[in-house]
């Protein structure tokens, strides 16, 4: 099995889904690729399989599960169809029309009753027709298609149809057209020389196969190292009009006529058999043959083509075992695994890797990254990484069906723990601060503070290092304060700090808004001094945004005072909370400023309102002055503030109104 084997060592290092290459006449004149350099998808429904093998862009299609289809599944070029696991199918008709560069990997397929009542036109299994070209057939399970199983005809060429099963179930399920392989459709149909060249090799016909093993008209079919046992058959292989078949090395079991040459009209096919567990007129291995007629011809001693391409075949007497081993759909191992942990603070790292494959598996080669290796059988294996790094992890399954690899980059990992913020960002002078952003005022010098701890308990100092993203980076320092001014440019500004241990390392990111201008159109404070959460307020203003800024969705805040209310504004950019709203501001074209109001209802504001001197008592007209009183919004990391001075006017215990 040199030629397997040969081809199994350089996949499994490439990493390509089957140890089986592509080769015989699929290689000629050209190359057979499927969907290689365009993106994988994986599909479970009718829907995106057509979507997707019907698309005019190379694409690798890989199926989950079992779909039906009572008409064509048409298959344009560059293309890649394979079946993921041990069980993918498709009830259906795979039609493959003046295309050219499509593989077919590891599916079951079947297509046994005319779901549409239109006849033979897509109850074949697969259907490579018009001039189709360059297809590789790999690895699939045939059964019970209505017509045949896989059809090649109409100026079809450079196909390769490889390590397939075929069979059939007994009527009434099927119709009894248990005819196979047809390679040209018609006696008439003479465009086809010249074309039709086509390579079978380990493939099995099994049960109830009777016709068609296959059948050739006009093409240059050459069949090696295949396995029939389909007993009570008529014949197996058949040279038609005009037609050349090389047989050899292959195994014939309990069959009639392994080959034998057909005239109807026109030049006699020609056929070679040689090599091949079984000579003429021999009934070896339970072999019986018809007598010649004028019509069947069985010796196989012509002179035939000889194939283009190079090959090793399989001695006659191996090829039972390799192809009832490795031929047909489910057997492809394709790779898959999970790990616990996949990452630690502490080394060494013990993890246990459990190998989740699909498919027939013999053995596994597992690469942890580490420089080390190992060849085993078991699912699970256990492996100690001692280095704080990441490692790359691959697993290669090999069974008698093929080779898959999965490689998963920085899949373990093995770190420092990085110190644990616990007292968050603070900006200690910030005129408001929302989560992770902070609201200054150009200008003020801002101290900015951050609590952390170093779990891993180093031993090490922590440092600290502050960007304030308005160019300004400091260097790394012990302490976890900093002084920092902002310029005139109002704005944000994407800052952050990084914590460091000496052996890992953590950042936060806040944002800085630099307050712009707000213009105050109306400030009224009315705290109730007689009920509790009962205090109002009503503020408008006027900014500077651009004409076409869009509100909906945004993040509000509006403190007037301290008296602070978050908004998320609708589509409609309106905003509430509660019973406060927010109104959807206007643009005036004019002076090019937005105008809003708000009205925040029933808080509890006359704590941070007294710092203005806003407090129970009595306060006649014409009141007291009350003096820079601030007023922000906050519109995502968009920020204006204003201060403004109110008359102040109150009743003890009752109510006061600031306006």
């Not at 498919?359 to 100690?384: A, L, P």
Request: a negative charge.
């Amino acid at each position: 099995m040199k030629t397997v084997l040969c081809a199994l060592a350089i996949l499994i290092m490439a990493g390509y889904s089957s140890a089986f290459a592509v080769d015989g006449y699929a290689t000629i004149n050209g190359t057979t690729t499927g969907g290689e350099g365009g993106p994988t998808v994986t599909v479970t429904n009718l829907l995106d399989l057509i979507k997707y093998v019907g698309t005019d862009v190379p694409y690798n299609v890989q199926l989950q599960g079992s779909i039906f289809c009572p008409t064509k599944i048409t298959v344009k070029s560059d293309k890649t169809i394979v079946g993921l696991g041990t069980n993918a199918t498709i009830n259906g008709n795979v039609y493959v029309s003046g295309v050219s560069n499509i593989v077919v990997q590891n599916l079951f397929i079947t297509n046994p009753t005319d779901d549409n009542f239109n006849g033979p036109d897509d109850e074949d299994g697969i259907t490579v027709i018009n001039g189709a070209n360059h297809i590789w057939i790999d690895h699939c399970t045939f059964s019970d298609c209505r017509d045949g199983e896989v059809d090649i005809t109409k100026t079809s060429d450079w196909v390769t149809v490889s390590w397939c099963k075929f069979f059939y179930t007994p009527p009434p399920y099927t119709n009894g057209h248990h005819f196979v392989n047809l390679i040209g459709a018609d006696d008439g149909d003479t465009n086809d020389l010249g074309t039709l060249h086509v390579t079978f090799h380990h493939n099995w016909w099994s049960t109830l196969c009777v016709e068609r093993m296959p059948s050739v008209r006009f093409g240059r079919v050459h069949c090696f190292n295949n396995y029939y046992n389909a007993s009570g058959n008529d014949y197996c292989v058949r040279t038609r009009i005009d037609a050349q078949c090389l047989i050899e090395n292959n195994f014939f079991e309990n069959v009639r006529n392994p080959w034998e040459r057909y005239v109807t009209s026109g030049d006699a096919g020609l056929l070679l058999a040689r090599s091949n567990n079984v000579a003429y007129p021999s009934t070896s291995y339970g072999v019986t043959w018809r007598a010649s007629g004028s019509d069947v011809l069985i010796s196989g001693t012509d002179t035939v083509f000889t194939p283009p391409y190079s090959y090793t075949p399989d001695g006659a007497l191996s090829v039972k075992s390799l192809v009832t081993n490795s031929a047909g759909a489910g057997r492809l191992p394709v790779a898959a695994f999970t790990a616990n942990p996949t990452n630690g603070a502490t080394a060494p790292l013990d993890v246990t890797f459990t190998d989740t494959s699909t498919g027939v598996i013999t053995d596994r080669v597992w690469d942890f990254g580490d420089g080390t290796t190992t060849n085993t059988t078991e699912t699970s294996v256990m492996h100690s990484y001692i280095d704080f790094a990441s490692y790359d992890v691959g697993l290669t399954v090999i069974g008698p069906a093929g080779s898959n690899n999965l490689s998963r980059p920085a899949y373990i990992t093995i770190a420092h723990t990085p110190p644990a913020i616990n007292e968050g960002l603070t900006a200690s002078n910030a005129v408001l601060q929302v989560g992770n952003v902070a609201v200054v005022v150009a200008g003020d010098t801002n101290v900015f503070n951050v609590g952390a701890t170093d779990p891993d308990d180093t031993g090490n100092p922590l440092s600290y290092q502050w960007l304030f993203g308005d160019g300004v980076t400091n260097g790394w320092s012990s302490s976890n304060t900093v002084e920092h001014t902002y310029g005139t440019n109002c704005g944000p500004y994407d800052a952050s700090v990084t914590i460091s241990n000496g052996l890992a390392s953590t950042t936060s990111n806040f944002t800085v808004v630099v307050a712009c201008q707000l213009n105050m159109i109306k400030l009224q404070l009315s705290p109730n001094f007689a009920k509790t959460n009962a205090d109002n307020c009503i503020v408008s203003g006027m900014f500077d945004l651009p004409a076409e800024y869009s509100f909906a969705g945004k993040s509000v805040t509006v403190d007037a005072g301290g008296a602070e209310v978050s908004f998320a504004l609708n589509k409609r950019g309106i905003g509430v909370s509660g019973v406060s709203k927010f109104n959807k501001p206007t643009y005036n074209k004019k002076t090019a400023l937005w105008k809003f109001k708000a009205t925040l209802r029933k808080g509890s504001w006359q704590a941070p309102w007294s710092d203005y001197s806003i407090t129970n008592t009595n306060m006649p007209k014409p009141g007291v002055l009350i003096s820079n009183v601030p007023v922000i919004l906050l519109l995502d990391t968009e920020a204006f503030m204003a201060t403004t001075n109110l008359q102040y006017t109150a009743k003890q215990d009752k109510s006061g109104l600031a306006k």
